[in-house]
């Protein structure tokens, strides 16, 4: 792990990366980490020093503790106004946790529901969808999809994953042509595509993003 110890953090900001990594240990897939993990940021960012070092600490350095370089735990803050809008994805059988610090942002679960025999397509279905502010938190179980629509452009969010996205290999689902991607950070590319359909009463109601929302840094 990265020695993350700078200057002029404040000394509660350092004993929740410490209660973080010890929350994780070895293995942060354990059953009851993931809710542990989201109960202490969620704690944390209720202090209003903590959530505007947060919210600032991301202008310069987005990567806040570890990196995508590193293996294990890592957070990273994520601007809006450099990002954008995320399509539906993953961490793979990873967890991911985003924790809102500034702006806000509606976030968008979704789940595979099988293949259809008939044309090959993975079904992407709805599980439900939340409108985050500053101070929110919110968890992707392993599997789940989410997607990410900035609603104001001081958006700034904590993405908080278990390890590393250059070890996994994530889904993607690309909603305006219905491709679904398997990404590897490590690598940089597709490693398999396909296509996929939304179905569910609720998943057809959840329109593709317009156009002025898919421009995003990849």
């Known amino acids: 792990m990265t020695d993350t ?4 953090r404040p000394a509660k900001l350092q004993a929740l990366f410490d209660d973080m990594q010890r929350i ?3 293995d942060a897939h354990r ?3 993931l809710e542990q993990l989201a109960d202490v940021m969620k704690k944390a960012v209720a202090d209003p020093e903590v959530l505007a070092y947060l919210r600032d600490a991301t202008t310069d350095n987005p990567d806040l503790y570890g990196s995508m370089k590193d293996p ?24 991911a946790i985003n924790v809102q610090v500034a702006g806000n942002l509606r976030l968008v679960h979704w789940t595979q529901d099988g293949v259809d025999p008939a044309t090959g397509k993975v079904r992407l279905r ?6 985050m502010g500053p101070g929110d938190v919110d968890c992707s179980p392993p599997g789940v999809a989410h997607e990410l629509y900035p609603e104001s452009d001081d958006s700034i969010e904590l993405a908080v994953r ?3 996205l250059a ?8 909603r305006t ?6 990404w590897s950070w490590g690598q940089k590319k597709a490693v398999a595509t396909g296509q996929f359909e939304v179905v569910g009463e609720a998943g057809l109601n959840a329109l593709p993003p317009g156009e002025a929302m898919t421009a995003r840094v990849k």
Request: include cysteine.
């Open 5 to 8: 110890t700078v200057p002029n």
């Open 24 to 26: 994780a240990g070895d």
């Open 31 to 33: 059953p009851g980490v």
């Open 72 to 95: 294990g735990l890592g957070i990273m803050g994520v601007h809006s106004s450099k990002i954008g809008y995320r399509e539906p994805h993953d961490h793979g059988d990873c967890w």
């Open 126 to 131: 709805k599980i439900d969808e939340v409108l």
């Open 162 to 164: 278990c390890h590393s």
């Open 167 to 174: 070890s996994i290999i994530q889904n993607r689902y690309d």
């Open 177 to 182: 042509c219905g491709v679904h991607i398997k």
